[in-house]
């Protein structure tokens, strides 16, 4: 069984880094930053960028990952469709007190 995965041409990204796979693979060589000289993480860096763009297994969740939005910088409220009242949050109500459980169970 083979898989005929698509030729990539941006293989050879001299100077262009990829956040994306930048932060995966910061992440899979931080253990071996004291263990390893510089020239092996930098093997590894890239056998893992190669790796992560053009593997049949990874590269479909690297596309998707790519694809979604930026995430926002900011914390504060999202408006979403079908909430009710624009800009507004829902209210959890209060949990019944005196009974000794909290949620609703009983």
Same mark, same amino acid.
């Given at each position: 069984?083979?898989?005929?995965?698509?030729?990539?041409?941006?293989?050879?990204? $001299?100077?262009?880094?990829?956040?994306?796979?930048?932060?995966?693979?910061?992440?899979?060589?931080?253990?071996?930053?004291?263990?390893?000289?510089?020239?092996?993480?930098?093997?590894?860096?890239?056998?893992?960028?190669?790796?992560?763009? $053009?593997?049949?297994?990874?590269?479909?969740?690297?596309?998707?990952?790519?694809?979604?939005?930026?995430?926002?910088?900011?914390?504060?409220?999202?408006?979403?469709?079908?909430?009710?009242?624009?800009?507004?949050?829902? $209210?959890?109500?209060?949990?019944?007190?005196?009974?000794? $459980?909290?949620?609703?169970?009983?």
């Amino acid at each position: 069984m083979t898989h005929e995965a698509p030729e990539r041409d941006d293989l050879d990204r $001299t100077g262009d880094v990829d956040p994306l796979v930048d932060a995966c693979v910061a992440d899979a060589l931080s253990p071996y930053l004291g263990a390893l000289s510089p020239e092996e993480i930098e093997d590894y860096r890239r056998l893992l960028e190669v790796f992560i763009t $053009t593997h049949p297994a990874s590269m479909p969740l690297y596309d998707r990952l790519r694809a979604r939005p930026p995430v926002l910088s900011e914390s504060g409220e999202v408006a979403r469709e079908g909430s009710g009242a624009k800009g507004a949050m829902a $209210t959890p109500a209060a949990p019944e007190r005196g009974d000794g $459980t909290f949620g609703g169970r009983r």
